[in-house]
């Protein structure tokens, strides 16, 4: 049977992957003639054979769509074409939005010979400068052949983001040139990231060249925020959609961090009522998106503009009052826990790792008597330690534990100083979430504790 593809054209490649679109793999055979156990590819593919885990449906496609044997080479699924192949599992949340299920990754890190590499040559670039990103609807009652394929595409992430790729590469390779890849978080960068790989700590150890510590292997990958970026991007331009965008970074040699601060220098020392009046903006402080919006009037988005950077790595904006007495006023909250998700979520695809691996935007405001407006004090970036991590995620598995028993009333406290808790987050109580049980429960939240956050403030 001919190829239905040029191998050695990423055109060809795509248009062929573009079958799949608004379909499934089982559609898509059935148009092609390809039913029968019929090979496209040269390698003899077993049609029989079983495929499971993560990566089951990319090695799935690979052999059955694209008669590609699987391998685990550095070089491109594609090598001809210079072409990698990914795919990226969606979900769909129960407000219908779709999200990224999981991030995309893009190959384990040697730390043995990363360290004499640069971004250029390296293999990262060799190997994921052209990816075809196939997103499909992940369903564990369906099989592969019947999973929908909304999306489908080639991202260049030199082309679309250069200037935050490298420097996020640049980033996690200075970390282990300094002898500290045990100090490696995901949180540490925009939008590529270094995920842990192996299944439990111990036997996921490797060694580094320039400190006698081991470290926990990691891989580069696209992280889950940049991943929803993506495709939220691809599906604006296959649907002809304008969204209007401002960059921060339109240099090299600029540091968001700094060109953020620099922004919001000129209103420090200023009341909430002066800054809105300057701005132009409502003065509606129990707005949701009120501070959002200021920050983004203050960076020059008009309300019907987005900042790239912030969509792109979701940045955190959060407040921080500081009261009369140089204390936080209260713990910091985050999404609702959704009580029937989180016990088959593993620690580092859960909701909570996702928020606590971005970037963080603090817009701290403090006064000096209970009678005072608020001013701004200072604004900062921060991202957790790997260290602090640590320490939240016995949180997590405490409630996900609880939850999947039925307990819903001995989650961890504030007062058991464990950087974070659990606690009602509901405007009243009938305020209430499904739970796995088929009860309903009151709906709760992960907090981050005041005075961990005096702390962060403290040190920064």
């Known amino acids: 049977m001919p190829y239905l593809y040029d191998a050695n054209s990423k055109e060809s490649i795509c248009d062929f992957a573009r079958m799949l679109e608004d ?18 590819g040269e390698a003899s593919i077993e049609w029989d054979k079983e495929y499971s885990g993560k990566g089951g449906f990319g090695q799935y496609l690979e052999e059955v769509y694209f008669g590609k044997r699987n391998n685990s080479l550095s070089k491109a699924d594609f090598e001809e074409a210079g072409l990698e192949l990914k795919t990226a599992p969606l979900k769909k949340l129960s407000n ?32 994921n400068i052209d990816i075809l990103l196939v997103f499909y609807f992940h369903d564990p ?27 996020d590469w640049e980033y996690i390779v200075n970390k282990v040139q300094e002898g500290r890849a045990h100090e490696i978080s995901e949180g540490d960068t925009l939008y590529l990231g270094a995920c842990t790989k192996g299944a439990t700590k111990e036997t ?3 060694m580094q060249p320039y400190s006698p510590l081991l470290a926990h292997a990691r891989a580069f990958c696209f992280k889950i925020q940049y991943v929803n970026h993506i ?7 296959k649907k002809d959609r304008f969204v209007s965008y401002i960059h921060m970074l339109n240099s090299p040699g600029n540091e968001l961090e700094q060109i953020v601060k620099n922004k919001f220098l000129p209103y420090i020392g200023m009341n909430v009522l002066m800054i809105c009046t300057l701005l132009k903006i409502p003065f509606k402080l129990k707005s949701k998106n009120f501070y959002a919006m200021v920050t983004k009037r203050i960076l020059g988005a008009e309300d019907t ?42 620690w580092e695809d859960s909701d909570f790792y996702v928020e606590l691996t971005s970037k963080f935007f603090f817009i701290v405001f403090k006064h ?38 039925g307990n819903y009333e001995n989650f961890v406290k504030s007062s058991d100083r464990k950087i974070a808790h659990v606690r009602p987050h509901a405007t009243d109580s009938s305020d209430v979430m499904r739970t796995p049980q088929g009860t309903y429960e009151k709906k709760k939240s992960f907090w981050l504790n005041r005075n961990y956050i005096m702390e962060i403030l403290n040190n920064n």
């Open 141 to 167: 009652l369906k099989e592969y052949c019947n999973l929908g394929i909304p999306l489908v595409d080639i991202w260049n992430c030199i082309q679309e983001d250069e200037y935050q790729i490298r420097k």
């Open 23 to 40: 379909s499934c793999v089982a559609e898509a055979l059935d148009t092609n003639a390809m039913y029968g156990g019929m090979p496209i």
């Open 231 to 237: 495709y939220q991007i691809l599906l604006d331009r």
């Open 368 to 405: 000096d008597h209970p009678e005072d407006p608020y001013i701004l004090d200072r604004v900062l970036f921060w991202n957790m330690p790997e260290t602090d991590l640590q320490v939240v995620k016995q949180v997590w598995l405490d409630a996900q534990q609880k939850i999947s028993s």
């Open 305 to 346: 503009q987005q900042i790239y950077e912030f969509e792109a790595a979701d940045i955190q904006i959060k407040t921080i009052r500081i009261e009369p007495n140089g204390k936080c006023k209260e713990s910091m909250s985050f999404k609702q826990i959704r009580y029937e998700e989180i016990i088959d979520q593993e």
């Open 204 to 206: 996921a150890q490797r």
């Open 96 to 127: 219908g939005e779709v999200r990224a299920k999981e991030r995309i990754v893009l190959g384990l890190m040697d730390f043995m010979t990363i360290v004499h590499e640069n971004f250029d040559t390296s293999h990262f670039i060799a190997k």
